[in-house]
């Protein structure tokens, strides 16, 4: 059914801004948050993917699903409506989103769900001391030491807002540590209506969206994405610290002082969010 619905993947497509990060994988992914009890397994064939979809009542529905860009797109059958289920790549998992039909066979927009979904076998951290919900308008202020805290655990739209709403000190602050820049360039190419953000975070670093995109997908390929993010904590660490102590919060003058050196080191080294990329390659 889901192929003979061509017309219902244009509107999907001014809807959605499709993220270019990697194709959807196979395998099986576990919902979280309002998706919890959910799951999906899904693999690829040779008109696009076939799986089957699992509710958190534990009814399922086997679908067919054409691959649109780097997404995959099927028609469900749910709580007696035909939903549009787009599956789309995210670092960890997917973004599932379900829009209904209306009798006529249009889609209601406002009546969609965005849910994600994390491939089997992922560990998800616990939350950080300091964590704070992802802004949800662009430029909503946001205080340095709760987006350096947080950002990681944010849909890329949230990294977005929030990076618009730091002070424009912290942004300075950020670029001393080039592969937690290079970090949140990745959520920032991943986001929908980017722009200002990425303006902002692109300048000097000698780096295209394009080639984090595809640098990230690559480094993930090889194997390397864990050693990519541990050398992303040690410098997220290190960046808090600076922003804790600046920002007045209660640290240990040593603590204040290594942050201070570490700083100064960083500063005069001149490395770049595409320097950090390009020693994953």
Do not use: H
Not at 10 to 33: E, T
Not at 74 to 89: F, G, H, K, N
Not at 186 to 214: E, F, T
Not at 249 to 254: A, D, G, I, L, W
Request: aromatic letters at 8%; proline letters at 5%.
């Amino acid at each position: 059914m889901a192929r003979i619905l061509c017309w219902a993947i244009g509107i999907c497509l001014s809807f959605w801004s499709v993220s270019a990060m990697a194709q959807v994988q196979p395998g099986g992914y576990y919902g979280i948050d309002d998706a919890a009890g959910a799951r999906i397994l899904i693999e690829q064939d040779a008109e696009g993917y076939r799986g089957t979809f699992f509710d958190p009542l534990g009814a399922s529905q086997d679908f067919e699903a054409d691959a649109v860009d780097d997404t995959a797109t099927a028609i469900l059958d749910m709580d007696q409506r035909t939903v549009l289920l787009r599956i789309a790549p995210l670092p960890f998992g997917a973004e599932v989103t379900l829009i209904p039909f209306d009798p006529e066979g249009r889609l209601i927009t406002n009546l969609g769900r965005v849910l994600t979904f994390v491939r089997d076998g992922t560990a998800l951290p616990e939350m950080p001391t300091g964590f704070v919900e992802a802004p949800r308008a662009p430029g909503q202020t946001v205080a340095g030491n709760s987006f350096v805290a947080s950002y990681q655990f944010w849909e890329p739209v949230g990294v977005s807002n929030g990076y618009v709403g730091l002070p424009d000190r912290f942004r300075t602050l950020m670029r001393m540590f080039p592969a937690v820049q290079l970090d949140v360039i990745w959520k920032l190419c991943l986001a929908p209506s980017a722009d200002q953000a990425l303006a902002i975070a692109l300048r000097g670093q000698d780096v295209s969206c394009a080639q984090v995109i595809d640098g990230i997908a690559a480094v993930q390929q090889r194997g390397q994405f864990g050693a990519f993010k541990s050398v992303v904590e040690d410098e997220r660490s290190s960046l808090q610290m600076s922003v804790r102590c600046a920002d007045g919060y209660v640290e240990s003058k040593e603590a204040c002082d290594a942050a201070a050196r570490r700083l100064s080191q960083a500063a005069i080294s001149l490395r770049t969010a595409g320097m950090v990329l390009r020693q994953f390659q």
